[in-house]
């Protein structure tokens, strides 16, 4: 038997193989294969923080981050895209040069951002 399943292998089964360290090239290998499977739907993923937060966000609602302007979400990370893209102060301000059109319809925007998003749900 082995060390309650940490990665360190009985002296009986090491033969002439050598001891690997937790953390090392065995155990990234045998982590790059684990998949998280979401309990609620049949969604995938490699590492269990992401799991983690999609449960949270997508499954319980949980949206713990906020920007000023009360938007909320799921991450960080979309929280700092939110930011950049709503609050940058590189945003063009000036009403009559809005320079990012959609390539679908006349529509014009003032951040690629917009247009980008214009065009993921604004085209369903």
């Known amino acids: 038997a082995g060390c309650g399943g940490y990665g360190v292998p ?3 089964g090491l ?21 998280f499977d979401c309990p ?8 269990f923080k992401n799991i ?12 713990n ?5 009360g938007w909320k979400f799921g991450s960080r990370a979309n929280l700092v ?4 893209a709503k609050h940058a102060e590189n945003k063009r301000k000036d009403a009559g040069c809005a320079a990012f059109p ?4 006349a529509k014009v925007f003032q951040s690629k951002a ?11």
Do not use: D, W, Y
Request: proline share 4%.
């Open 40 to 47: 609620h739907c049949p969604v995938t993923f490699k590492h």
């Open 81 to 84: 895209n939110h930011r950049r």
């Open 114 to 124: 917009e247009v980008v998003n214009h065009a993921v749900f604004g085209h369903l």
């Open 65 to 69: 981050h906020i920007c000023q302007c």
């Open 52 to 63: 983690r937060t999609h449960v949270n966000v997508v499954h319980l609602g949980k949206k």
């Open 10 to 12: 009985s002296k009986a």
């Open 15 to 35: 033969g002439s193989s050598l001891m690997t360290p937790q953390g090392g090239p065995a155990e990234e290998e045998r982590r790059e294969k684990e998949k």
């Open 102 to 105: 959609c390539g679908e319809c």
